[in-house]
C-alpha cells in the first residue's frame, strides 16, 4: 500500500485515485470547453477522450492537470480529436502535457481551410516509385503487392494549392525519417514511433508533410 493510502488509512479517508482526481477536474472545465469547441463537437467527447488518454498513459498521470486541459482545449480550438484516427496525440514530457496533431489532423485542417490540398504517402518494398524534383516536379507512386508489414522505403507528401501550377513535393527516405527522430527525439524508448513500423510511417508521413506545409498559404 502507497504512503497515501496509508495515511488515508489512518485517518479514515478514503483515496481518492489520479483518474478520479482528473475526471473531476475535467468536469468543471467543460462550460469553458464548450466555448472553444466547433459546432460538430462536443465537451463531454472531448471529456472522455482525455479521460482514455488519462488512464491509459501512465507518463500523462504525471503531467499536471493544467497542461493537459491546455492540450485538450488546444485540439478543441483546431477541431481536433486527440488518439482518434491519427488526428493528433497528448503528448507527456517531464510532467508537461503538449497536444501535437498528426498528419491526418494536419490534412483535414488544410482541407477545411479550402485553398489548399495536401496528401502523403508510403512506399514499400517492391513499389513502382519515381520523383523529380527542381523545376519540373513529379511524384509517381505504383503501390506493388506487398502485404504493408515490410519496412517503407520512402514516404512523401505533395500539396498544390488552388490554381498554382505545380505542386510541391516532399520526399524523405527510411534512413533521412529514422535520423530525424533520433535528433529530436526527447523521450526516449517511450516515443510512440517506436513502438511499432506502423507507427513509425505515421511519424514519418507527418514530417514530411510539415516540410510542404511551409509552402502553403499562412492561413492554414
Known amino acids: 500500500m502507497s504512503s497515501a493510502n496509508l495515511k488515508a488509512a489512518a ?3 478514503v483515496a481518492v485515485s489520479p483518474v478520479a482526481k482528473f475526471s473531476a477536474f475535467m468536469d468543471k472545465l467543460k462550460g469553458q470547453m464548450a466555448l472553444a469547441l466547433p459546432k460538430h463537437m462536443n465537451a463531454d467527447r ?5 479521460l482514455t488518454s488519462f ?13 493537459i486541459a491546455a492540450s485538450i482545449m488546444t485540439a478543441a480550438q483546431m477541431g481536433l480529436e486527440p488518439g482518434i484516427n491519427g488526428q493528433g496525440y497528448l503528448i507527456p514530457y517531464k510532467g508537461t502535457c503538449t497536444f501535437v496533431p498528426g498528419w491526418k489532423g494536419l490534412v ?5 481551410a479550402g485553398r489548399a490540398t495536401v496528401w502523403t504517402g508510403v512506399v514499400m518494398p517492391g513499389d ?3 520523383y523529380q524534383l527542381g523545376d519540373a516536379p513529379f511524384c509517381r507512386h505504383i503501390p506493388g503487392d506487398s ?3 515490410e519496412p517503407f522505403t520512402h514516404v ?3 500539396g498544390r494549392v488552388r490554381d498554382a501550377s505545380m505542386a ?3 520526399v524523405w527516405t527510411r534512413a533521412k525519417v529514422q535520423k530525424h527522430l533520433k535528433q529530436y527525439n526527447k523521450v526516449g524508448s517511450r516515443h510512440y514511433a517506436l513502438d511499432n513500423e506502423n507507427n513509425l510511417a505515421m511519424y514519418a508521413r507527418k514530417v514530411a508533410l510539415l516540410q510542404v506545409l511551409k509552402y502553403m498559404p499562412a492561413s492554414i
Do not use: N
Request: hydrophobic share 35%; glycine share 6%.
Open 11 to 13: 485517518t479514515g479517508q
Open 46 to 50: 472531448m471529456t472522455r477522450l482525455a
Open 55 to 67: 488512464s491509459s498513459t501512465p507518463a500523462l498521470q504525471e503531467c499536471s492537470h493544467k497542461s
Open 108 to 112: 483535414d485542417l488544410v482541407a477545411r
Open 128 to 130: 513502382k516509385f519515381e
Open 147 to 149: 502485404a504493408g508489414d
Open 156 to 158: 512523401y507528401a505533395i
Open 168 to 170: 510541391v513535393i516532399e
